[in-house]
C-alpha cells in the first residue's frame, strides 16, 4: 500500500520490525448507527449488568485470566457510574505506562475479555526495557448480534437450503433474543412479537407497519423531542428520521445494503420486481439492529464523558507520573474519544490515543464541517488534550462503517436520499479523520516503517491487515493484529 505523502515536523521513532500478522482476529461485533445523538443511556436494570457480567451491587465480580499482567476490568453502567471496587483495583496498577482499552459491541463480558487478552498478548514483547506496561479492559453494557462474525471467535455457518438460510437470516437465535431482553428489560411482549415476525417473514405490508411501529416503541420515538433545540452534539435531531420514515423504503435500502456487504461486494439488490415482500425481512432485521445501534451511539458517548474522562482524570490527579494510553474499537472508540470532554485544559496524562474501526463521524475533531462552515465536529479541538499523537486507524473492507454507517446516518433526515451518496455521513473507521489541517494520512506500512507524528491526528490505513470478515459487518472486527499493537506502542512512545 502507498505511503500518502511525507509527513513534516518532528517524529517518533519507527517500530523496529515488521508485524507478525494476525494474533488471532477478534472483537465486538459492528459498529453501524444509525443517526446521530448524545444523551443518557437507558438505565441499566438488574438484568442488563446480570447479562454483561457488571456487578449488581458494591463487591466487584472476579478479574477474569488474561495472558498479561497486571490487569484489571473497569466497569461502568449505561449511566456512566464505574463500579467502585473495579476503580480502585485499577488505582493499585503498579505500572509507569497503562493501556486503557474499550471493546465495541459485545453480549457477554467473557468476549470482551477474549479481545483483551487477544490484542494486549503482543505489548510486552514490543516495548522498551524502561516501561512497565499495566492493562485495563473498559467494559461497558453493549449488544451483538449473533450473525455479526468475529474471525476466529465464531464458527462457520452450516449450509442448508435456500428456504432454510433465508429464514435463519431473519430469525432470532436464542442467544440474541436473551442479549435484547437483557438490553431492553421489561419489553419482553415488544421483543416475542418482533422475533415471531422475523421468524414468519408475512408477506403483508401491514406485517411492516406492525414491525415499525414494535421498533419506534422499543427505542421510545414518541417519547422523544425531535425539535432543533434538542439536536444532539453532532447537530442531528436526537431521534433520526430512520424510525420515522415509511417503514418499507427504509427496509428495501437496508435490505439492498445487505447485499451489498455479502460475498465478493456484489451490488445486486436483495430484492427484485415480482420478488414480493418476503425478501425484505432481512432489512426489517437491520431496521432492529440500527434500533440497538442508536441506542448503542448514546450510551457510549455517555461512558467516556461522565464515567471513563472523570475516571481517569482522578487516576492522573493521584499519580501524576502515569503516562495513560486510550485505545478504542468501534463504539468503544467514541467511549474513549468522548473521554477527552473530562480531562482538563493543560492536562498532560493522557499520552496517546488510538482508535481501531472507530464506529463515529470522520468529522468528529473538525474545528469546521465542510458543509458547515459556522459548526465543528463533536470532539472539535479535543485532539489537543492529548499529548501525543490521535491514531486513527481505518480499513476500506470495514462493511459495517462502509456501507451501513453512511446509508444509516443519510436517514437522519438528508435532503440527499437514502441511497444518495454525501461524503459527510463517513464514519473514522472506513477513511480516516477528515477536514482536519495538517493531519497526515499514512499507510500501515509507512507509519510502522516511519514513525507517527509526536502529537496532533493521524490517519493510518490499516487494510493491508484488517480485511477478513464475512457480511453483514465485513472487516470491522478484525483488529488483533500485532501491527496494530505496533501502532499503539509507537503512538504511546513506548517501543525499544
Excluded at 503482543?122 to 451483538?144: E, N, Q
Aim: hydrophobic share 45%.
Amino acid at each position: 500500500m502507498a505511503d500518502n505523502g511525507a509527513v513534516g515536523g518532528a517524529r517518533i521513532g519507527a517500530v523496529g520490525g515488521a508485524g507478525t500478522g494476525a494474533v488471532g482476529g477478534v472483537a465486538t461485533g459492528a459498529g453501524i448507527v444509525a443517526g446521530i445523538g448524545k444523551g443518557a443511556g437507558i438505565g441499566a436494570g438488574a438484568g442488563v449488568k446480570a447479562a454483561f457480567g457488571l456487578p449488581a451491587g458494591p463487591a466487584a465480580a472476579a478479574v477474569p485470566a488474561v495472558g498479561v499482567a497486571p490487569y484489571q476490568e473497569l466497569t461502568f453502567d449505561v449511566q456512566g457510574d464505574v463500579d467502585p471496587a473495579t476503580r480502585a483495583a485499577v488505582a493499585r496498577i503498579d505500572a509507569t505506562d497503562l493501556l486503557v482499552f474499550a471493546h465495541g459491541w459485545n453480549s457477554d463480558r467473557t468476549t470482551a475479555t477474549r479481545l483483551f487478552d487477544r490484542f494486549f498478548a503482543p505489548f510486552p514483547g514490543l516495548v522498551g526495557a524502561g516501561v512497565r506496561l499495566g492493562y485495563v479492559g473498559v467494559v461497558w453494557p453493549s449488544i451483538r448480534f449473533s450473525d455479526e462474525p468475529i474471525p476466529d471467535f465464531d464458527p462457520p455457518a452450516a449450509a442448508g437450503t435456500a428456504a432454510t438460510a433465508a429464514t435463519a437470516a431473519t430469525a432470532l437465535d436464542p442467544a440474541t433474543r436473551l442479549a435484547l431482553e437483557a438490553f431492553w428489560p421489561g419489553r419482553d411482549a415488544e421483543l416475542g412479537r418482533v422475533a415471531r415476525l422475523l421468524d414468519e417473514r408475512p408477506e403483508s405490508e401491514a406485517a411492516f407497519a406492525e414491525f415499525g411501529a414494535l421498533v419506534r416503541e422499543l427505542v421510545q420515538v414518541d417519547r422523544a423531542e425531535t425539535t432543533a433545540a434538542a439536536a444532539g452534539a453532532d447537530g442531528a435531531p436526537e431521534v433520526p428520521d430512520l424510525f420515522a420514515r415509511d417503514v418499507l423504503e427504509v427496509c428495501r435500502a437496508l435490505a439492498d445494503a445487505l447485499a451489498r456487504s455479502g460475498p465478493e461486494g456484489s451490488a445486486a439488490p436483495a430484492f427484485a420486481p415480482g420478488d414480493g415482500l418476503r425478501t425484505l425481512w432481512g432489512g426489517a432485521k437491520e431496521l432492529l439492529r440500527q434500533a440497538t445501534y442508536y441506542e448503542m451511539k448514546k450510551r457510549a458517548g455517555v461512558v467516556g464523558e461522565r464515567g471513563l474522562g472523570p475516571v481517569l482524570t482522578d487516576l492522573a490527579g493521584r499519580r501524576p507520573a502515569l503516562r495513560i494510553h486510550l485505545i478504542g474499537h468501534s463504539f468503544g472508540a467514541r467511549v474513549v474519544s468522548f473521554s477527552l470532554r473530562a480531562a482538563p485544559d493543560g492536562a498532560r496524562h493522557l499520552k496517546s490515543l488510538t482508535l481501531l474501526q472507530g464506529a463515529f463521524s470522520h468529522y468528529a475533531f473538525s474545528d469546521r464541517l465542510p458543509h458547515d462552515a459556522r459548526r465543528g465536529g463533536a470532539l472539535r479541538g479535543l485532539q489537543r488534550k492529548v499529548a501525543g499523537p490521535v491514531v486513527a486507524c481505518h480499513s476500506a473492507h470495514d462493511s459495517a462503517l462502509g456501507v451501513f454507517y453512511p446509508l444509516a446516518s443519510r436517514m437522519a433526515g438528508d435532503s440527499a436520499g437514502l441511497l444518495g451518496f454525501d461524503e459527510r455521513w463517513g464514519a473514522v473507521g472506513h477513511d480516516g479523520l477528515r477536514a482536519v489541517p495538517d493531519a497526515p494520512r499514512l499507510s500501515l506500512e509507512a507509519a510502522l516503517r516511519d514513525g507517527l507524528p509526536e502529537a496532533g491526528c493521524v490517519s493510518v490505513d490499516a487494510g493491508s491487515v484488517v480485511r477478513r470478515g464475512g457480511p453483514p459487518s465485513g472487516a470491522h472486527s478484525d483488529v488483533c493484529h500485532e501491527e496494530l499493537a505496533r501502532i499503539v506502542v509507537g503512538a504511546g512512545r513506548m517501543g525499544r
